[in-house]
């Protein structure tokens, strides 16, 4: 998680993130989550939930998603949008062209992020989504 933030401290674009599930040893990600947000201020919104509606615009319209939740493998492919998919999660999933797999190092999510925020858009909100099965796959 550490990496994957301070790789997010390196855009000034707003964040939309999305709060990990409630499962034991998440609280190390909020804790981490909620430091994030007393470092980078007012462009950072964090959320526990969305309806649906709600959610599959937020995929459709954002600049890249960037975790480990499989929305980002599964739902994000519908609409093409891209994602920055950190560790080995996902491994075994199906994959199509807008996924760029990554490891847990802050200069390769920093890259993948730049490709992906050089392509067109209109929008300008990066998601990200952890899931708390990433805390087994990081050293602190």
Same mark, same amino acid.
């Given at each position: 998680m550490?990496?994957?933030?301070?790789?997010?401290?390196?855009?000034?674009?707003?964040?939309?993130?999305?709060?990990?599930?409630?499962?034991?040893?998440?609280?190390?990600?909020?804790?981490?989550?909620? =430091?994030?947000? %007393? $470092?980078?201020? #007012?462009?950072?919104?964090?959320?526990?939930?969305?309806?649906? /509606?709600?959610?599959?615009? *937020?995929?459709?319209?954002?600049?890249?998603?960037?975790?480990?939740?499989?929305?980002?493998?599964?739902?994000?492919?519908?609409?093409?949008?891209?994602?920055?998919?950190?560790?080995?999660r =996902?491994?075994? %999933? $199906?994959?199509? #062209?807008?996924?760029?797999?990554?490891?847990?190092?802050?200069? /390769?999510?920093?890259?993948? *992020?730049?490709?992906?925020?050089?392509?067109?858009?209109?929008?300008?909100?990066?998601?990200?989504?952890?899931?708390?099965?990433?805390l087994?796959?990081?050293?602190?």
């Amino acid at each position: 998680m550490a990496k994957t933030l301070d790789a997010l401290k390196q855009f000034p674009q707003s964040l939309l993130i999305l709060w990990p599930n409630i499962d034991a040893g998440s609280e190390r990600l909020v804790n981490a989550l909620k =430091q994030f947000e %007393r $470092e980078e201020g #007012a462009r950072v919104g964090f959320f526990n939930n969305f309806s649906l /509606e709600t959610y599959t615009n *937020i995929l459709r319209h954002a600049r890249v998603i960037i975790g480990n939740s499989s929305s980002g493998i599964r739902e994000a492919s519908y609409f093409g949008t891209p994602v920055v998919n950190i560790g080995s999660r =996902q491994e075994g %999933r $199906e994959r199509t #062209a807008n996924i760029i797999d990554v490891g847990h190092d802050t200069q /390769e999510i920093i890259s993948a *992020i730049q490709n992906n925020l050089k392509k067109e858009s209109t929008q300008w909100t990066i998601v990200m989504e952890m899931a708390q099965q990433e805390l087994r796959l990081l050293k602190y």
